[in-house]
Nanobody, 124 residues
């Protein structure tokens, strides 16, 4: 019954910023953890960031620490990813996902609902 829809992707120059949003349809959004993943052509989908049910705990991939910030607004059932200091290697389709439990997580197998993705392209 839950649906996730990402938005906010686009084309930016290296060093620029974007904010991605993920709107969730379910009433129970606030009861589970959420995460962001990305996938470039020819590469495996990889973990980017995750957040616990109330935003109290977050986790980031080493490649984005200090540049990306994950957050959530449970009142609006929306997940965000603020991306700063973007690099060409950040180019990928970005997906939001729901975790099977309330905490933050990093593994693909820990997430059970996925959005369709939004394209982020960083020009060199």
């Amino acid at each position: 019954q839950v649906q996730l829809v990402e938005s906010g992707g686009g084309l930016v120059q290296a060093g620029g910023s974007l904010r991605l949003s993920c709107a969730a349809s379910g009433r129970t959004f606030s009861t589970y953890g959420m995460g962001w993943f990305r996938q470039a052509p020819g590469k495996e989908r990889q973990f980017v960031a995750s957040i616990s049910w109330n935003g109290g705990s977050t986790y980031y991939a080493d490649s984005v620490k200090g540049r990306f910030t994950i957050s959530r607004d449970n009142a609006r059932s929306t997940l965000y990813l603020q991306m700063n200091s973007l690099k060409p290697e950040d180019t990928a389709v970005y997906y939001c996902a729901r975790r099977r439990t309330a905490g933050a997580g990093t593994g693909l197998h820990e997430f059970d609902v996925w959005g369709q993705g939004t394209q982020v392209t960083v020009a060199s």
